[in-house]
């Protein structure tokens, strides 16, 4: 199952359920293939006129990598033109939109394992 608080979406195709997640080291890597910036790239996926096949086959195969190593990038190829381009660009859309959420009231989140306030919490 998709976790959307790690950037994660789901992806259905061909009965078959894939997990898309956009973290750091899989946007590191894209940027690197891509030789764009992640604000260039995520520009151009929200651009209708400047979004390309192959901009979106590589964000794809991008997303795909930490759940199915096992899609090379025709294999990710393949699913998109089984899912079609809208829906695979609905996906990557909604992954990389968890990747990266609002900053809400611009606070800072509390580390993983901390309490937000004290006396909040299963020991109070």
């Known amino acids: 199952m998709a976790n959307p608080h790690r950037?994660?979406?789901?992806?259905?195709?061909?009965?078959?359920t894939y997990t898309l997640r956009f973290d750091i080291n899989t946007i590191c890597a894209l940027e690197e293939s891509l030789d764009l910036g992640i604000t260039e790239i995520g520009m151009?996926?929200?651009?209708?006129?400047?979004v390309r096949v192959g901009l979106l086959r590589a964000v794809l195969h991008a997303g795909l990598q930490r759940h199915h190593t096992d899609i090379d990038i025709a294999a990710a190829g393949d699913l998109?033109?089984?899912?079609?381009?809208?829906?695979t660009m609905k996906a990557v859309q909604t992954a990389f939109e968890?990747?990266?959420?609002?900053?809400?009231?611009g606070e800072a989140r509390p580390p993983k394992g901390s309490k937000a306030t004290p006396?909040?919490?299963p020991s109070s």
Request: aromatic share 6%; net charge negative.
């Open 7 to 16: 950037g994660e979406a789901r992806f259905e195709t061909g009965g078959k």
């Open 44 to 50: 151009r996926l929200a651009d209708p006129k400047a």
């Open 80 to 87: 998109m033109a089984e899912a079609g381009v809208e829906e």
């Open 98 to 105: 968890r990747a990266f959420p609002p900053a809400g009231d």
């Open 119 to 121: 006396g909040a919490g």
